[in-house]
């Protein structure tokens, strides 16, 4: 089902439609507003284009950051797996 979301950053008001139902997309929405708000504030004065090239950089490094931690996370998952199938299997071994 697609959701409607309403994002206001830089004096403008955007009415989108997003479709991926598996996102969050007032969350998404939330975070771009943040995001812009936050380079704003940083950096006053600066024209809108640069302020949302800079919200774009430092939202594309929180992605890649993510990215990498998620991955981690996995990586350390299947070894904790392999680690546990091991001593379940050496302990039933033990036993029979």
Known sequence: ???RIRLTFL???YELKAE???VDAEAVARYVEKTVASVEKEHRGLPPAKIMVLAA???????IAAKK???HLKSTLSEKGT???SKIDATLGEKS
């Not at 950089?57 to 992605?63: A, K, P, S, V, W």
């Open 1 to 3: 089902m697609a959701q």
């Open 57 to 63: 950089l430092i939202m594309g490094r929180d992605f």
């Open 11 to 13: 004096g403008n008001v």
């Open 20 to 22: 991926e139902s598996d």
């Open 69 to 71: 931690e998620l991955q």
């Open 83 to 85: 680690q546990l199938i």
